[in-house]
């Protein structure tokens, strides 16, 4: 894979946005319209250029809780990114007021992945495969850019109609340049791959044991991989990669000495092409998980779930 040398350049353009950061007041160049989207992070605006009338999503971070170094990067690295077809576009506005850091991105009208997964049950197979044949193509294009997006998943998946036919990419709050190091991080996501989940701080800790660990494409790898479980199943393949997780274990121990004809009951569903896929996305070893962009060799044209699929494996979800 061909990979740029992005991470200096994000860094110039860091240093250049911090020194024409702009200061003004939301309300005094913004309407607004309505909240979008709250997290940790802060909030989503639906807001409306007064200037211009253009609509957009304004980004808010409260100073409080914001390191100006994690806006830059944010910002810097969304703006370098946004040309691509399936990641959320900036409108280059970038600014601080008194007590927020804001950016503003394209108006995406529609519900996130997530919305639309039935529980125990997902969404119909041809929507998975238009799905993420679009979300590998912006995580090639992020991974070509020396750069990881580190928080995949449905959430972060924005839909721009009900049948998947259009997705775009957000939220690149946790993305950093390759070979980052990480020392630690605070509790733990199904997404998380089990080298993540190894520099967790668990509760009542205030030190791991674990070596740094560097961030690399294959952590996005995983994470994808477990997002594909989710969307065709309706469910979590885990609650974190640890041994202490039976169903992890359960994965892991088979990963070891893989037999498509014992596969672990949650994953009985699959076709072996689909088991075969999942095996190369979600290995154990980091060094050995394939690029995102070889999961289309794996859905043109085949099938990933059985037509039948056995009541147990729905049961033993539950």
């Not at 040398?5 to 160049?29: C, F, N, R, V």
């Not at 989503?44 to 200037?51: A, E, Q, Y």
């Not at 950016?103 to 919305?115: N, T, W």
């Amino acid at each position: 894979m061909l990979t740029y040398p992005d991470g200096s350049l994000i860094d110039e353009l860091m240093e250049l946005t911090a020194q024409s950061l702009s200061h003004l007041e939301i309300k005094e160049h913004f309407n607004i319209i309505k909240e979008i989207g709250r997290g940790k992070y802060g909030k989503v605006l639906l807001v409306t250029h007064r200037c211009r009338g253009t609509p957009m999503a304004l980004k808010v971070m409260p100073k409080a809780s914001t390191k100006l170094q994690g806006f830059l990067r944010e910002y810097c690295i969304s703006l370098h990114l946004s040309c691509h077809p399936c990641i959320v576009g900036l409108f280059g506005i970038a600014f601080q007021s008194n007590e927020h850091y804001g950016f503003a991105q394209e108006l995406v009208i529609g519900r996130d992945l997530f919305a639309v997964i039935q529980p125990k049950v997902g969404i119909p197979e041809c929507a998975v495969k238009r799905c993420v044949l679009q979300i590998a193509s912006a995580l090639e294009f992020i991974h070509e850019h020396g750069l990881v997006h580190r928080d995949i998943k449905p959430e972060n998946i924005l839909l721009l109609d009900s049948h998947c036919c259009r997705v775009k990419l957000a939220d690149f709050g946790l993305a950093q340049k390759k070979g980052t190091l990480i020392r630690f991080i605070s509790g733990t996501l199904p997404y998380m791959a089990p080298e993540l989940c190894a520099v967790a701080l668990e509760e009542g800790q205030t030190e791991v044991t674990a070596t740094p660990l560097s961030v690399e494409p294959s952590l996005d790898t995983w994470a994808f991989g477990v997002v594909i479980f989710c969307i065709l199943t309706g469910y979590f393949p885990w609650e974190r990669c640890m041994a202490s997780d039976d169903f992890y274990q359960e994965f892991a121990d088979w990963c070891q000495a893989p037999n498509l004809e014992d596969v672990p009951p949650l994953w009985k569903r699959f076709t072996p092409d689909a088991m075969e896929m999942f095996s190369r996305l979600l290995a154990l070893d980091a060094n050995k998980r394939s690029t995102v962009g070889e999961v289309r060799s794996y859905l043109n044209g085949l099938k990933l779930t059985s037509e039948m699929i056995n009541k147990s494996v729905v049961e033993s979800a539950q």
